[in-house]
């Protein structure tokens, strides 16, 4: 019986966690360093690693690789109160991510990943809802449904414009899926 996790799949996906929780950290970094107008905003760039993985690896191994580095990006900089905050907003979004490009075409890169930062945000609205009680909190999500837009929308080109090459540069020889064909044009 032959695995699915080769030794060279393995190892991408391990670097491909590590360029996550790469850019997790300098996006926390950039957020202590230039103070942002609205509290907690950030661009998500992690998210782009989980959409690669989505496109050319499944749904499990963007799963897993997401919940590895929320919990590392955790203990390396926020604390686990950012874990709880950070890991349903990963998962939701995943779930989401996948489901659009499953079920969605002809939804962009940027639809997608547009989608997915509002949802991220909504679950983390929620998740502090559920921690302190307070319900008013959900007036905040409708400036975090706009600023996930705008993130999503800058990740998801930054996605479109990546992942050819970042195929090659993996050797990864599978055939590009319909959303990247799908990815010229905008936020269909």
């Known amino acids: 019986m032959r695995s699915n996790f080769s030794a060279r799949r393995i190892a991408t996906l391990g670097a ?4 996550s929780l790469v850019l997790s950290i300098v996006e926390s970094m950039l957020g202590a360093l230039v103070p942002l ?3 907690g905003v950030k661009l998500g760039l992690a998210n782009i690693v989980f959409m690669f993985i989505l496109v050319y690896f499944s749904l ?3 799963l897993v690789i997401a919940v590895l580095r929320t919990f590392l990006a955790a203990l390396l900089t926020g604390g686990l109160s950012m874990f709880l905050f950070s890991a349903p907003g990963a998962i939701l979004s995943i779930l989401l991510m996948w489901v659009a490009m499953r079920f969605v075409p002809p939804l962009s890169l940027v639809g997608v990943s547009m989608a997915c930062a509002v949802a991220h945000n909504l679950a983390q609205v929620c998740v502090a809802v559920l921690i302190t009680g307070e319900v008013n909190l959900f007036y905040y999500a ?11 929308s800058i ?3 930054v996605a479109g414009a990546t992942f050819g090459r970042a195929a090659g540069a993996l050797r990864i020889k ?3 899926p319909h959303i990247l064909q799908s990815n010229q ?3 269909r």
């Open 174 to 176: 599978e055939q590009a």
């Open 185 to 187: 044009g905008g936020a």
């Open 60 to 62: 499990p191994s963007a």
């Open 16 to 19: 491909l966690l590590a360029i």
């Open 37 to 39: 107008p609205i509290p």
């Open 142 to 152: 409708f400036v975090l449904i706009a600023v996930g837009a705008v993130s999503g």
């Open 155 to 157: 990740t998801g080109i």
